[in-house]
């Protein structure tokens, strides 16, 4: 085993490990961070016109918001989870735009709303038995 495999192999069990010992909260809390991680990394291919790159990290924080889309409950979180079906929406739609305008300030604005949600979920940590 090269290092590099024995560091993907430890990546991944350490990943799997925190998966199975998550909470539902902090899978949500996971998934904000992954998004955040992948959009950071999508401005930094972008400022280096790294298209291809770009694209991809763009796409696979798109899929995470989609994600995060679907987990919502409009039964039982009512106007919360229309505000934030609205949110991701307008999410998802700007950062179309972003890979298509190749804007990093449209990156920037995307993430400071996934910050802002993050917070909030993050803060209510008790309620959901987080």
Do not use: C
């Amino acid at each position: 085993m090269t290092r590099k495999s024995a560091i993907n192999f430890y990546s991944q069990v350490k990943n799997q490990t925190t998966l199975e010992g998550a909470t539902p909260h902090k899978l949500i809390l996971m998934l904000f961070n992954g998004a955040q991680e992948r959009l950071a990394t999508a401005k930094g291919h972008m400022q280096r016109g790294e298209i291809e790159a770009k694209s991809s990290r763009i796409d696979a924080a798109i899929k995470i918001i989609e994600g995060l889309r679907n987990t919502l409950d409009f039964q039982n979180g009512g106007e919360i989870s229309e505000n934030l079906d609205s949110l991701y929406e307008y999410m998802l739609l700007r950062l179309v735009q972003a890979n298509m305008k190749n804007d990093p300030e449209i990156i920037d604005e995307v993430l400071v709303l996934i910050r802002e949600v993050a917070a909030g979920w993050s803060s209510i940590k008790d309620q959901v038995g987080g």
